[in-house]
Structure formats: structure tokens, C-alpha cells
């Protein structure tokens, strides 16, 4: 007897079922959803070039801006360096350099007029002009002039400046021997004024010396 093996029908489920499995999301959403993306990503890649880009200019500008600050800070303490300077020699006392002092005895040749007579006046109460007005002396006497030790004198309203010399007039003993003087004056860079006195004997020179001058403007 022949025993035919029963067989077993099972029933398959359409192919777009994928026997009842569903797959979300969607293939038009799925393909959108992808689209999206590669667009966000090349949005994202261009906007980080273009960030990067605006970190490299406005780096660029930043640094150029605190050049022009640091530059400005350097210009402003040259200059209060400078001012600094400025009352410092403003306020410093007057003295003779070695400098000025080697150039006023070479302008003057030979030995003084015999019967001259040199004298030093300055402010009364100007203790800066008082010391400068020693030094000025022991440079005279170094040339063989007999000096003799200044005197102070008031002065009304108006204060003497700097270094004035003092003749009765320009052809006599005093006023010869002024020029001289005024010539090595000079030389040493030191400004001194001739200023004729008729009350004053011919062969006497004074030499005046004032406070220290003003600051003039442009200088």
C-alpha cells in the first residue's frame, strides 16, 4: 500500500505586505526626509565657511584696531614723556656745562684791559638767579677779571630776565670789553643783551642776572 505524504498548503501574504511587516516611514517621506538632510548639510558646510571666513576679516579688523589703539596709548605717553621733560628742564636750576664753559674761554683771546671794573647784580629773593650769578663770576674771573661777589637789587612791577650786560656806552674801556664778553657769551649759547646806562662810569661793566626766562612760545 502506497501512503502518499499529506501535504501542507500555507497561505502566503502579498509581496508589498512583506507577510503583514509595515516600514515607516513612508518611501516619499523617507525620500524627503533625505533631501532635507542633504540640504541642511550643505547649508550647514556653507555657513561654517562663511563663519569661518567672517573669524578670519573680522580678526584681521580686530587686530588692525587695537595697532591703532596701541599706536595712539604709544603717541600719548611720548608725548607726557615729553611734557615730563619739558617741567623738568622748566624747573631745573641754570648751571654752566663743562660744554659751555670750554667754549665761552676760547672766544676770549688775551688778557683784560687793565682798569676795568666788573659787577654782578641780581634779583632780590631769586635764589636760582643768586647761584647761577657765582657761576657766571667764577667763569669771568677765569678769564683774569677782577669780580666782584654779586648784590641783589629790588625790582618794581617788571623782573630782568636772563643775562643782561650793562655799559655807559658802546666806544669806552666798558663797552669795548662788553662786546667781547657778549661775543663769548655766545659762543657758550648762553643769550646776553647789551643795555647802554649813562649813569655808569666808562670803564665799568655790570653784569645783570635776571630770573629765568619764560618759555617763549614755539620753543
Sequence with gaps: MTVTPERSVIAMAESGSQGGIVIWPSEATAARTYDIANIALIAALVLGVVATALIVW?????????????AKVTNETAKAQLETQRLKEQLAWREISSEQETKFLAAISGSPPPGLKVSMMVVAGDAEGAQYAEDVAKLLRKTGLSVDPPS???????????????????????????LVLQQAFKAAGIDAPGVLVPSMTSESIEILVGIKPHPRAGK
Aim: net charge positive; hydrophobic share 40%; aromatic share 4%.
Design 58 to 70: 573680522m580678526g584681521n579688523v580686530k587686530e588692525e584696531y587695537l595697532k591703532r589703539d596701541l
Design 152 to 178: 641783589a637789587a629790588m625790582f618794581v612791577r617788571i623782573l630782568p630776565e636772563g643775562v643782561i650786560i650793562k655799559i655807559r656806552e658802546q666806544n669806552s674801556l666798558g663797552g669795548t670789553a662788553g
